[in-house]
């Protein structure tokens, strides 16, 4: 009985986990972006390297979510 109210909130965990990290990079990258206009609204001659700077944090920002996300699956289905 006990074992099987461990893989249950297991499970419930993984699940809470995942929705946390997708939760958490649509934050971040929400951030970034809003940073990121703000800044090319103050210097609008800098818009391509700010452009290029946000991409690349957006995109750091998913793989370490998507990480997240793949552990947390594999978690519900293998663990």
């Not at 809003?34 to 700077?53: F, Y």
């Amino acid at each position: 009985m006990i074992v099987l109210q461990a893989a249950v909130f297991g499970k419930i965990g993984a699940a809470l986990g995942a929705a946390i990290a997708a939760i958490a990079a649509a934050f971040g990258i929400g951030q970034i972006g809003k940073a990121t206009m703000e800044s090319i609204a103050r210097q609008p001659e800098s818009a391509g390297n700010l452009r290029t700077a946000m991409i690349i944090a957006a995109g750091m920002i998913e793989g370490a979510a998507l990480f997240a996300i793949i552990v947390c699956v594999l978690v519900l289905f293998v663990g």
